[in-house]
């Protein structure tokens, strides 16, 4: 279940801070001239604006960012941010890891600087704004099939991949067997199983005529049985398996240190551009 553990933690948030309020306000006295409960001092920020609050560094100051609310195929509300122009002929749709959207940030502000690629990075139902009913947390292509309408009807784009890391390896996975309109993809250190569905069960959906071009990454880092069964998943699909050095995810696309996109990133870049496999 994507977004049930999303959900806890911000309720959870949320409990703590009635508890500590109530805390506070036990015997306190108000001003006369206090301003009443509740009031707010400025208006709330624009939606672009609080994400890149919420994000920070993640994503460079300098990309061109939209924060975007889509409609889910079967329902519930989907957050997505823009990275790059508005028009691309290329787009990349992005699924993340468990930290959510912002840490695609930085590889897709290069993609915009050094392929032309925009992204829209997405947040799975459950995670930062994105809230879906349970029939819609289990349709994968829930969040997919509307950003990858988003790309070819509203930005114009010819050709649109998709990407994930972790987690989002694992939902890529699973939406491209389920039919989603993608030209390539490409799943990062996603999980052998996810929700319940052994990825190696769908190999077979993958590999079929139609299907488009994919990609596996994995390194040994994440461990030796985790490591073969990305391979073994690869070679059924018929798509090619890179081997990442060492690190999980994001940590394998763009350099964490740096903040420099490393060779697979550049892969990612020449997968989602079709300029080759290098």
Do not use: K
């Amino acid at each position: 279940m994507r977004g049930h553990g999303g959900r806890r933690a911000r309720g959870a948030a949320t409990l703590a801070a009635l508890v500590l309020l109530a805390g506070c306000s036990s015997g306190s006295t108000t001003r006369p001239d206090a301003p009443p409960t509740g009031a707010t001092t400025g208006a709330a920020p624009d939606p672009t604006t609080a994400l890149r609050e919420r994000c920070l560094s993640a994503i460079p100051e300098s990309a061109d960012l939209e924060a975007l609310t889509l409609d889910g195929r079967t329902g519930g509300e989907v957050e997505v941010a823009r990275v790059g122009p508005g028009s691309s002929t290329t787009v990349a749709v992005l699924l993340p890891q468990i930290g959510g959207l912002c840490g695609w940030g930085r590889w897709a502000a290069a993609a915009a600087d050094e392929a032309g690629v925009t992204s829209l990075l997405v947040n799975p139902c459950g995670y930062g704004e994105s809230t879906c009913p349970d029939d819609a947390d289990a349709d994968p292509l829930n969040e997919v099939a509307p950003a990858v309408a988003l790309a070819r009807e509203d930005l114009g784009a010819t050709r649109v991949v998709l990407l994930g890391t972790s987690m989002g390896g694992s939902l890529t996975v699973m939406a491209v067997a389920a039919g989603a309109d993608v030209d390539a993809w490409a799943d990062v250190s996603g999980p052998p199983a996810w929700e319940g569905t052994d990825l190696a069960d769908l190999a077979p959906d993958l590999a079929s005529d139609g299907v488009p071009d994919g990609l596996v990454v994995m390194a040994p880092s994440d461990g030796r049985a985790i490591f073969a069964a990305a391979r073994e998943l690869a070679g059924r699909a018929g798509v090619p398996f890179v081997a990442g050095r060492s690190g999980h995810g994001w940590e394998l696309l763009v350099d964490p240190v740096e903040g420099t996109p490393t060779r697979i990133g550049r892969r990612l870049f020449a997968l989602a551009a079709d300029t080759g496999r290098e």
